[in-house]
């Protein structure tokens, strides 16, 4: 028992030999360490840069509106896809329009609502038509798959100041037509504006995922034109089904009016 017992007593005094050796080890390291600066606060208008839509994101469902209309679709980076649907009001009828995006390939869908069947008069299919871009006017006159920000948040937010960060991922902020020239051409409010021009309001919102889901500018009266809003809205990122080519039994090969309704 006595070996035993001695074994036992040498075993613990080299257990706390070492522990006080690890313990002054640790202190000494500490005392050599230099005092990290704490890190620089985010950057609002930098956060609200990186929740823009890019290509590595998955498909999305994106919708803008304006004085001019609301625009919807999807968005489908991996395919380089994008839908679109369009509302057009006149006093007579009501003009939907669809258009499908894949590589290059484009399909059109019209439907023509009102009292008068505008559709039979024009001889025009409700089904998808597939359109051949060498029977059009100009490369303007289809829309064509322009990445993955249609409703150019990224040109807005560059042109802001003042950014701050809210609660829940809100932002606000101004923006400043003048320092970015290509803000009047991409928004047809602000192009209304002129040079004189004073700093929008803008309200912003990131979701949970990071991703921008709202983009909000109050732009003010000008002239004849009324105060409106311009909004873009970004959502169902990763749950949108992908956009596919249309197969021969979903469409049809655009007849002579179709090409007549888009050259005008």
Known sequence: MTQRTGITVTGRRIAVTAVALLTAALVAGCDDETPQAAPPPPDPKQELLAAVP???????????????????????????????????????????????????RTWMKVNFKGSKDIQKLMKLPTKWMEMDPAKLD????????????????????????????????????????????????????????????????????????????????KIPAAGKKKASEYVVEYYDFGTTPPITALTPDKAQKAPTSAYDLLNG
Request: proline fraction near 7%.
């Open 54 to 104: 890019t290509d590595e994101d998955p498909a999305f469902r994106f919708t803008t509106s304006d004085t001019s209309g609301d625009v919807s679709g999807v968005i489908d980076p991996v395919n380089q896809g994008m839908d679109i649907d369009t509302v057009t009001k006149d006093k007579d009828f009501t003009l939907e329009m669809s258009f499908r995006m894949v590589d290059s």
């Open 138 to 217: 100009g490369p303007d006159t289809l829309p064509t798959y322009q990445g993955t920000d249609p409703g150019n948040a990224e040109v807005i937010i560059r042109a802001a100041s003042d950014v701050q960060a809210g609660e829940a991922g809100s932002y606000t902020g101004v923006i400043d037509p003048s320092v970015q020239p290509d803000l009047a051409d991409a928004l047809e409010g602000i192009a209304t504006l002129g040079d004189a021009a004073e700093p929008i309001p803008f309200t912003a919102v990131v979701g949970a995922d990071g991703n921008l889901t709202s983009l909000t500018l």
